[in-house]
Nanobody
Framework: QVQLVESGGGLVQPGGSLRLSCAAS????????MGWYRQAPGKLRELVAS???????NYADSVKGRFTISRDDAKRTAYLQMNALKPEDTAVYYC????????????????WGLGTQVTVSS
């Protein structure tokens, strides 16, 4: 009953910028924590950045100072602003959210988007 759809990925040169969006839809009562993960070929999925409902953020060391996570609760959307991109940032980026639905306000489910490709290359 909940869908997360990522957008904004693409091909960018080293040093460039991209902004990813994650739009949540469905029978949503409230969205708690949201996060961005990424997975490069042959590697494990890793947390890139997360943000709580109160706005507290957390970043992987590799992206600190370059990436910024934010959220717009009115739009039920999370964003990941990526600056000074490096080839090492190339991966499929996934949105994750902890969501309480209108059907069971006492239960928090964990939801994932299908991912969006980010390629940093010259």
């Amino acid at each position: 009953q909940v869908q997360l759809v990522e957008s904004g990925g693409g091909l960018v040169q080293p040093g460039g910028s991209l902004r990813l969006s994650c739009a949540a839809s469905g029978s949503i009562l409230t969205i708690n924590n949201m996060g961005w993960y990424r997975q490069a070929p042959g590697k494990l999925r890793e947390l890139v950045a997360s943000i709580t409902s109160g706005g507290s953020t957390n970043y992987a060391d590799s992206v600190k100072g370059r990436f910024t996570i934010s959220r717009d609760d009115a739009k039920r959307t999370a964003y990941l602003q990526m600056n000074a991109l490096k080839p090492e940032d190339t991966a499929v980026y996934y949105c994750n959210a902890d969501v309480v639905t209108i059907f069971d306000p006492s239960f928090e489910g964990d939801y994932w988007g299908l991912g969006t490709q980010v390629t940093v290359s010259s």
